[in-house]
């Protein structure tokens, strides 16, 4: 059985799958044998078990080395655990995950992905839409917040990043998930555009995916603060245990940029 996905009819991947083992409310999981499992939200693969640390890593712990003292953390849409593993390998840190689809939940459950995450101390799980969870949500109340999923954001709604921006600290980070340069740049310039009016500083940085078509995909972190490539924490980012993607030098080289990128994307760019 091939699992097969399109890009706006320019590019088709397939991969071999040998059964689906979770399918409810738009979310399925299937295990592939070699990707190991796969998760798909809309029709559209998240990650797979092999290359979880190649995004999930990235994400997380790129914020978490960069902010100064990280203590709460926010992950909007983040009921599959994966991220909350990464980010509860920083012993002082605590979570809050909403989650919008309940059936992700019961996905990471079923399919035995990071539920055991979700089960943590540190950790409080909401189901919720994101920006009802964000409206009740204390001014400064979350060091770092982060936007886990592209498609489940509305990139134009300036009252939600508004809302995002207040329930920041004064020296908060903002991590979203960007989408594709190479097949999408117009979505990728949106979240750009979105966090341009409240970050000193905007910069792009990218993850690699096994299973998501063209294989480098996109974050954005918005900072108001610390910059991502002079201000990481070293002993943070080489020492941190149980890595086995990130480290410092990965940290810096995934803010890259070739010379026609960085053109095109000028003015969404505040480094």
Known sequence: MWLTQKVDDVLKSEH???????DRNGVEVYDSGYFGKVVLCGGKSLYCE?????RHEIMAHTAVCTHEEPKRVL????????????LLKHRDLKIDITESN???VEAAEAAA???DALKSERLSLSISSSSNFVSKAQDGSYDIVFLNRFDEIDFNDAAFFA????????????????????????????VLSALDEGFKIVMP?????MVRPGGEWWLAMGSRFSHPTADINLQRADLTDGLRYYNSDVHIARFALPTESFENLREYIKR
Not at 16 to 22: C, D, G, L, R, Y
Not at 205 to 209: G, K
């Open 16 to 22: 071999s799958v040998k059964e689906k083992i979770f």
């Open 50 to 54: 092999h290359d979880s640390a190649m």
């Open 75 to 86: 992950v909007v849409d983040g009921g599959d655990g994966a991220l909350a593993a990464e």
């Open 102 to 104: 309940e059936a992700m």
């Open 113 to 115: 992905l990071s539920n």
């Open 163 to 190: 809302e995002i921006e207040r329930i920041l600290g004064e020296k908060g980070i903002v991590v979203s998930d960007a989408s594709s340069q190479l097949y999408d740049m117009g979505g990728h310039k949106s």
């Open 205 to 209: 940085f990218c993850y690699s995916s």
